[in-house]
């Protein structure tokens, strides 16, 4: 968990937007990104996604960062529908005062 300097353009929060929060995996976009932090704070939702995409054939998942900090550990997934150009130039830098994530 963090905080931005504004709300992302793109951002979605699974813990009380629908359709993210309840809505089956054919309502999300082909291509995205959730950060697993804890089962609270959405925690359940981003994990109910990943096992939809676990049993759908045609969903890919993948833990594509994992984040520490003291003993809190955090999971960054990408969840893509299969055939789909899905952020293969993605990085995720060390933030520093201004920069949060980035993508090539």
């Given at each position: 968990?963090?905080?931005?300097?504004?709300?992302?353009k793109n951002g979605?929060?699974?813990?009380?937007?629908?359709?993210?929060?309840s809505g089956p995996l054919k309502e999300y976009p082909p291509c995205f990104v959730m950060f697993y932090f804890s089962?609270?704070?959405?925690?359940?939702?981003?994990?109910?996604?990943v096992q939809e995409a676990e049993r759908l054939p045609e969903w890919e998942n993948k833990v594509i960062q994992t984040i520490e900090n003291?003993?809190?550990?955090?999971?960054l997934i990408k969840v893509w529908k299969g055939g789909t150009s899905?952020?293969?130039?993605?990085?995720?830098?060390?933030?520093?005062k201004s920069e949060v994530l980035q993508t090539a």
């Open positions: 968990m963090g905080y931005t300097p504004q709300p992302l979605h929060n699974i813990y009380v937007e629908e359709p993210y929060r089962p609270f704070l959405g925690g359940k939702n981003v994990l109910r996604v003291g003993p809190y550990v955090g999971y899905c952020l293969e130039d993605f990085k995720l830098n060390k933030p520093g």
